[in-house]
Antibody, heavy 119, light 110 residues
Framework: QLQLVQSGAEVKKPGASVMVSCKAS????????IHWVRQAPGQGLEWMAW????????NYAQKFQGRVAVTRDMSISTAYMELSGLKSDDTAIYYC????????????WGQGTMVTVAS | QPVVTQEPSFSVSPGGTVTLTCGWS?????????PSWYQQTPGQAPRTLIY???TRSSGVPDRFSGSILGNKAALTITGAQADDESDYYC??????????FGGGTKLTVL
């Protein structure tokens, strides 16, 4: 059974960048998409981006285009999400999630990574 | 980009039935939007309840069901229990590789 394990909490200053990792174990890394979703404190879920580990193809929500980049390292079955130009309202829990095209849903989620942006 | 709409809050009595809905700011939801539903309790990652409009995810009790009602996707809980008190989110496929969550519905069971 696939598990997604994310990197630990981060505290960053405004204007900095943050990179969150998402390591897959227990299943092949190529048979699905990895999406990134964030949740600000007390707020709802917000879709950000996806990457196809197989092809490296990506897509980004318009809100984040130019500020987010998702990549992967096939050798260690890990996906990364880098968000730059951090602002205080980027303070949120960032989740990675698996998307199987056979289900078109986000069926397995990482545990989440808290990113705090504060001066 | 289209906005996904959900009721901000809903309440149901224990044992009662409640239907939460998920729509587009303009237009109708169809099965081709691949509606899925997620349950989230405080401090936890979301859990998938329903995908492909009406398919229950593994381990989800059959009191949860999904459908298209009118021009919206719907999640119905039949025989609500206390531990169904959670936030519920729908997810829709916008098209061209874009996805969007609804704002979520906070369900109270009392």
């Amino acid at each position: 059974q696939l598990q997604l394990v994310q990197s630990g909490a981060e505290v960053k200053k405004p204007g900095a960048s943050v990179m969150v990792s998402c390591k897959a174990s227990g299943d092949t890394f190529t048979d699905y998409f990895i999406h990134w979703v964030r949740q600000a404190p007390g707020q709802g879920l917000e879709w950000m981006a996806w990457i196809s580990p197989n092809t490296g193809g990506t897509n980004y929500a318009q809100k984040f285009q130019g500020r987010v980049a998702v990549t992967r390292d096939m050798s260690i079955s890990t996906a990364y999400m880098e968000l730059s130009g951090l602002k205080s309202d980027d303070t949120a829990i960032y989740y990675c999630a698996r998307h199987l095209t056979t289900k078109h849903s986000f069926d397995i989620w990482g545990q989440g990574t808290m990113v705090t942006v504060a001066s | 980009q289209p906005v996904v709409t959900q009721e901000p809050s809903f309440s149901v009595s224990p044992g009662g039935t409640v239907t939460l809905t998920c729509g587009w700011s303009s237009g109708s939801v169809s099965t081709g939007d691949y509606p899925s539903w997620y349950q989230q309790t405080p401090g936890q990652a979301p859990r998938t309840l329903i995908y492909f409009t009406n398919t229950r995810s593994s381990g989800v009790p059959d009191r949860f069901s999904g459908s298209i009602l009118g021009n919206k996707a719907a999640l119905t809980i039949t025989g609500a229990q206390a531990d169904d008190e959670s936030d519920y989110y729908c997810l829709l496929y916008v098209g061209s590789g874009f996805w969007a969550f609804g704002g979520g519905t906070k369900l109270t069971v009392l």
